[in-house]
């Protein structure tokens, strides 16, 4: 049985929603992220985002990924390590890639579009300045437009929140299968968008 403060013991509680146990692995690897994150983005031009927001972001991410069951072979320091180096790398990565591409073509200059990952990435760093979120706002609203169906636009809304397909299908009082089949056709909606 391992100990309160062992790794393996914080990561089964953060699987099962602990905040304390989330707060407790990123005391002890918050300094690490931020070196890597710094090493990786060395050299490389930035704006508003800077290592602590990458090491944030990657942290993050990897808590909700790992509430949701995401990293079932996650069992202890080494592991949780390996993938923490990963996912504070390409955050780095896309940091720096966002940036280059921001560099190149100015918001609002027409010439091209802001990635996905870009945009999610711009999300979760900081809040939104109120030109941004209006941007997304728009967005949104035209997605949702896009769908013309009351059914389609719950589910679309329910799933941004973040909910899963079974919590979805208990909602809307049916089976996961129907929501699944709902979100195809949602991507595929969307995918005529050029989101997807």
């Known amino acids: 049985m391992p100990s309160d403060g062992s790794i393996t013991h914080l990561l089964e509680k953060?699987?099962?929603?602990?905040?304390?146990?989330?707060?407790?692995?990123w005391?002890?690897?918050f300094r690490r992220l931020v070196a890597l994150a710094r090493k990786?983005?060395?050299?490389?031009?930035?704006?508003?985002?800077?290592e602590e927001d990458v090491a944030l972001s990657a942290f993050d991410g990897f808590c909700r990924?790992?509430?949701?069951?995401?990293?079932?072979?996650?069992?202890?320091?080494e592991s949780l390590w390996r993938l923490l180096v990963v996912l504070t790398a390409r955050k780095a990565a896309n940091l720096v890639r966002d940036e280059a591409r921001l560099k190149r073509v100015p918001r609002g200059a027409?010439?091209?579009?802001?990635?996905?990952?870009?945009?999610?990435?711009?999300?979760?760093?900081?809040e939104p300045d109120p030109e941004f979120a209006a941007e997304m706002a728009e967005v949104c609203r035209r997605l949702l437009r896009k769908l013309a169906d009351a059914e389609l636009e719950s589910v679309a809304l329910r799933r941004m929140e973040g909910y899963t397909v079974e919590e979805i299908a208990v909602q809307l009082g049916r089976a996961p299968r129907t929501v699944k089949?709902?979100?195809?056709?949602?991507?595929?909606?969307?995918?005529?968008e050029g989101v997807m």
Do not use: H, M, T
Request: hydrophobic share 35%.
């Open 14 to 25: 953060l699987r099962a929603g602990d905040p304390a146990a989330a707060q407790q692995l």
């Open 27 to 29: 005391e002890r690897y």
């Open 40 to 50: 990786k983005l060395q050299g490389a031009p930035r704006r508003a985002a800077d």
């Open 65 to 77: 990924c790992a509430e949701q069951g995401r990293f079932p072979d996650l069992v202890d320091r």
């Open 110 to 126: 027409g010439g091209g579009q802001e990635s996905e990952d870009g945009l999610l990435d711009r999300v979760l760093s900081r």
């Open 181 to 192: 089949r709902w979100l195809a056709i949602i991507r595929g909606l969307w995918e005529s």
